[in-house]
């Protein structure tokens, strides 16, 4: 099972901008990967945000703002998540998860506090 | 609109078998497009996959838990369901259905499992 690396904290102002990095094992290509984000809430399930695979195949979660919108950056082999004019209900931790072999792979999530 | 409803005893005693029903209702469990599964959250911790199901009944486990769970699928009554034996205080978490699309994903609400005697 691969493991997904994600930052445990990240942080910034309302208004501003949030990108949440998902970064594969060296051994796994990013490219071969649809990448899904989830947002959770203390003391809720996660909600399914998005995922993406390429420009041209990608996918927003029913009723989630297109403020929230991924991609990926091949040279570092991660996925993206990135939160525009961030809100204080963005405040949650962000989990990414890919999908080999029909088992679903999580990160470890990041907490993302809005200051 | 697709619902998932997990049940099942909050509370396991140690050594005993975890068992859980996730009831998906306003749609097929024998859809082609989607797979099932279970995933679990421990307090205050990430999210871990346990075991997923296809209607057909193929079955795909976590490695770190294949020799203690067991997914299946009932079709007739729209259900899948859990089994996880030899449990261990570990072993207590939110426990998670949720159904798969290569276009993305629904999950029920979760039930917690508390391990303990």
């Known amino acids: 099972q691969p493991v997904l690396t994600q930052p445990p904290s990240s942080s910034a102002s309302p208004g501003e901008s949030a990108r949440l990095t998902c970064t594969l094992p060296?051994?796994?290509?990013?490219?071969?990967?649809?990448i899904y984000w989830y947002q959770q809430k203390p003391g809720s399930p996660p909600r399914y945000l998005l995922y993406y695979s390429s420009d041209s195949d990608k996918g927003q979660g029913s009723g989630v703002p297109s403020r929230f919108s991924g991609s990926k950056d091949a040279s570092a082999n991660t996925g993206v998540l990135l939160i525009s004019g961030l809100q204080s209900e963005d405040e949650a931790d962000y989990y990414c998860?890919?999908?080999?072999?029909?088992?679903?792979?999580f990160g470890g999530g990041t907490k993302l506090t809005v200051l | 609109q697709m619902q998932l409803q997990e049940s099942g005893p909050g509370l396991v005693k140690p050594s005993e078998t975890l068992s859980l029903t996730c009831t998906v209702s306003g749609g097929s469990i024998s859809s082609y497009s989607y797979y099932w599964g279970w995933i679990r959250q421990p307090p205050g911790k990430g999210l871990e996959w346990i075991a997923t199901v296809y209607y057909t009944g193929s079955t795909y486990y976590n490695p770190s838990l294949r020799s203690r769970a067991t997914i299946s699928v009932d079709t007739s009554r729209n259900q899948f369901s859990l089994e996880l034996n030899s449990v261990t205080a570990a072993d207590t978490a939110v426990y998670y259905c949720a159904r798969h699309s290569v276009a993305g994903d629904f999950w029920g609400q979760g039930t917690l499992v508390t391990v303990s005697s």
């Open positions: 060296s051994d796994i290509s990013v490219d071969y990967y649809s």
């Open positions: 998860m890919i999908w080999p072999s029909n088992a679903w792979v």
